[in-house]
């Protein structure tokens, strides 16, 4: 009669035991939720670590990660002479100062989302890339920042403005800005790389206009996602969006 008696207990146990470990892990979830930073006005994808989202919520801190300005500015102050001196010495180059309009303006990238102007907000940061201008380099600030000099400007049109530049490794680059909604700060920027015919262009916005625009942001609270995506941005007719700005 002892083995039975056993059995029964052991099974008291172990389903003791079990609902114990199921309430746990529940307590668990229940304890540590993900706390977004922006209101989720549409999940585009969900996973138990987070969610990538659309939302119009200004106060998401995205914003202010998408506008230089607004990140700390001792990296202009000791990073950038660091690498100007770099390329200088290496490339036996004097820098150049050049008069132009588009003198210490920052510029954020800028999609293109169910037909309409979109932001981006990385979980990795290293993704985004804002860009300062000024009279001598084009900039680009992220984790590893690195810089063009400037040695060449052409005006070739009102709203049209074209950079030669050379970066620390030696490559050619041709940057041809073209402004097509001054009011908002939306530009179509385009490249060439050496004497490659091939263009490259995207869309950029004025970084200090950055919350005139809604914004997908990858999210997973306080910590780092595990996944990134960006698939869901289409490509702009350019062509188009420049002869709505000619009307």
Known sequence: MKYPLIGFFLTFVLAACGQKESKTVNNRQQETPINYQARRDSVLLQTEYGSIYFTKDRTAKSYGYL?????????????MPELIQYVQEKRKLPVKHFNHELI????????????????????????????????????????????????????????????????????????????????????????????????????????????LFPMIICDCGDQKCVFEQTDFFEEPDFEALRRSKRK
């Open 104 to 211: 210490n303006s920052n510029w954020s990238s800028l999609y293109w989302f169910n037909n309409d102007y979109c932001l981006y907000s990385p979980s990795d940061w290293m993704s985004n890339t804002p860009i300062l201008i000024t009279d001598s380099i084009i900039y680009s600030l992220r984790s590893d920042p690195d810089l063009e000099l400037i040695t060449g400007f052409k005006k070739l049109s009102s709203n049209r403005f074209e950079f030669s530049t050379l970066d620390f490794t030696g490559e050619l680059k041709t940057t041809t800005i073209e402004i097509i909604d001054p009011k908002k700060g939306i530009a179509i920027w385009e490249y060439r790389y050496g004497k490659n015919d091939s263009v490259f262009r995207e869309l950029k916005v004025k970084s200090e206009n950055v919350k």
């Open 67 to 79: 506008n230089p300005r607004e990140i700390d500015s001792s990296v202009f102050q000791t990073t």
